[in-house]
């Protein structure tokens, strides 16, 4: 009987070792998965930290080109009414010569 219990504690002791061996895989691919996740995580944040930039740089330009052509849309409504002012004789004679040389700096 002892070749028996023998067989039966070797099997016991070799199904232990395997259930051992598996829970120490299962810790190891768990640290793998979250090294992999938090990677994933850093790189997700670069990714957004870019994107912002992206947008801001974006917006700087924009707001850079939006207030210029305000500039040029104010000179030329000035230009237009310094015009008609010197047209209808209103216009000062300083303005006479602002108007004139407007018209020479502005392509209409």
Known sequence: MDTVK???QAARDKASEASDATKERGRETKEQTGSYAQAAK???S???ESGRETAAAGKDKTGGFLQKTGEQVKGMA??????V???FGMAEEDDE????????ETNY
């Open 6 to 8: 023998d067989k039966a």
């Open 42 to 44: 850093d790189k997700a």
């Open 46 to 48: 670069q990714m957004a």
């Open 78 to 83: 000035q230009g237009a009414a310094d015009a």
């Open 85 to 87: 002012k010197h047209t």
């Open 97 to 104: 010569d602002v108007v004139l040389k407007k018209r020479d």
